[in-house]
């Protein structure tokens, strides 16, 4: 076993549990990061290792909102569980979310990823979406918020989010949460709430793409890959823990525009090191 892939998984760990949930794109930072540290490994295991490794990172979402998304209660081995009709409703209203990237990711998945997945693209991405931070958050502050709490969330506003994060979809650099987060502010929800919302819809969105990803791969790891795997996915859900909680904290007293201004320079980074490469 090579330690120093090790080492590589351990770097690839951090930058996703960091970016994966700051609106400025794990994927735009895992290309800087394979720019300068290579895996030694196929390009077929790291198209699927991008994916695979948030669910390191959507695990520590599960247990830092655990009492917010389990829907059941025990209450003890011969009585039957009762359902949280709350939570319940909750769940009914992620799953509208995830119709529109889930129906597209299903059928053009490996279309949109040779065709979008390149420096380029992501850099203008990460570039458009940036000033369209700046800017939503600079008219939010005079627009009235229909949704304070992930509870105010409707049917409808859930679906209408979906479809801004069908744009993550599509075009890597956007940043799923990024996308989600704007779309919940243009659509009157406020920051929190979209915060919360954008972190319960990535359970089943990260899920299910990691699922196809492993599928799509098969099962023939190989014991370093298995490992390498391994180790950036509990990297990714430590890291996950610590920056899932800070942002929370920062939202409170803060907009979301310096996401958007660091979003611009790393597009422009990402541009310069693809033209001068």
């Known amino acids: 076993m090579d330690f120093l892939e090790i080492l ?11 970016t994966e949930w700051l609106p400025i794109s794990s994927t735009g930072h895992l290309i800087l990061l394979e720019r300068f540290i290579k895996m ?9 290792f991008r994916v695979v490794i948030q669910l390191g990172a959507i695990m520590a979402v599960v247990v830092i909102y655990w009492k917010q ?9 011969k009585s039957k569980p ?21 129906v597209i990711g299903v059928f053009f998945d490996d279309f949109f990823e040779a065709v979008f997945y390149n420096e380029v693209c992501v850099s203008i991405a990460l570039i458009v979406f940036g000033i ?11 627009k009235t918020v229909k949704a304070e709490g992930v509870a105010d969330i409707t049917y409808k506003l859930a679906l209408l989010i979906g479809v801004f994060q069908l744009i993550a979809a599509i075009f890597p650099g956007t940043s799923r949460s990024g996308a989600t987060i704007v779309g919940a502010l243009l659509l009157g929800v406020s920051r929190a709430a979209a915060a919360d ?15 196809l990803k492993i599928v799509k791969y098969g099962l023939a790891f190989t014991v370093q890959e298995f490992i390498v795997l391994a180790v950036a996915m509990v990297v990714a859900y430590v890291v996950s823990m610590v920056v899932i909680k800070l942002l929370l904290k920062f939202i409170k007293k803060h907009d979301f525009k310096v996401f958007g201004w660091y979003r611009i320079v790393l597009g422009v980074l990402v541009l ?3 033209f001068l490469a």
């Open 69 to 77: 998304i389990w829907f059941m209660d025990f209450h003890g081995f």
């Open 82 to 102: 009762t359902f949280k009709k709350d939570i319940l409703n909750l769940w009914g209203k992620i799953l509208v979310a995830c119709v529109p990237a889930a």
């Open 132 to 142: 369209a931070f700046i800017v939503i958050e600079t008219l939010n502050k005079r």
């Open 8 to 18: 590589k998984a351990i770097f690839y760990g951090i930058v996703e549990g960091i």
């Open 197 to 211: 919302f954008t972190f319960f819809l990535a359970i089943p969105v990260m899920f299910g793409a990691s699922l």
């Open 272 to 274: 310069l090191i693809f």
């Open 40 to 48: 030694n490994v196929s390009e077929d295991f790291m198209n699927m």
